[in-house]
């Protein structure tokens, strides 16, 4: 059974920064993306990494964040900096370029204020 559990989010202030972690289970091998969904928004996709390590941003993101794996803890991780407002949302990980409808996990909440 696959399960994605993310973590690591947050309220932090603008200009601040957060890891978020995505620990894996029962799935090795796929590339794996973070995504977001803002209040009253679709999910969007951010950012990507390959089996072979390449990495990929969303134009809104690119140069803030920076994802990476840990494939020894099968765990893929987000660092965000320069946080902004509009960066709020609740954040999921999930299999990449096609997200898997059933891997869907919680997602962990980041809110980006004063």
């Known amino acids: 059974q696959v399960q994605l559990v993310e973590s690591g989010g947050g309220l932090v202030q603008p200009g601040g920064s957060l890891r978020l972690s995505c620990a894996a289970s029962?799935?090795?091998?796929?590339?794996m993306g973070w995504y977001r969904q803002a209040p009253g928004k679709q999910r969007e996709w951010i950012a990507r990494i390959t089996l072979g390590g390449s990495t990929g941003y969303a134009d809104s993101v690119k140069g803030r964040f920076t994802i990476s794996r840990d494939a020894a803890k099968n765990t893929v991780y987000l660092q965000m900096n320069s946080l902004k407002p509009e960066d709020t949302a609740v954040y999921y990980c999930?299999?990449?370029?096609?997200?898997?409808?059933?891997?869907w996990g919680q997602g962990t909440q980041v809110t980006v204020s004063l």
């Open positions: 999930n299999t990449d370029p096609v997200p898997d409808f059933r891997y």
């Open positions: 029962g799935i090795r091998r796929y590339g």
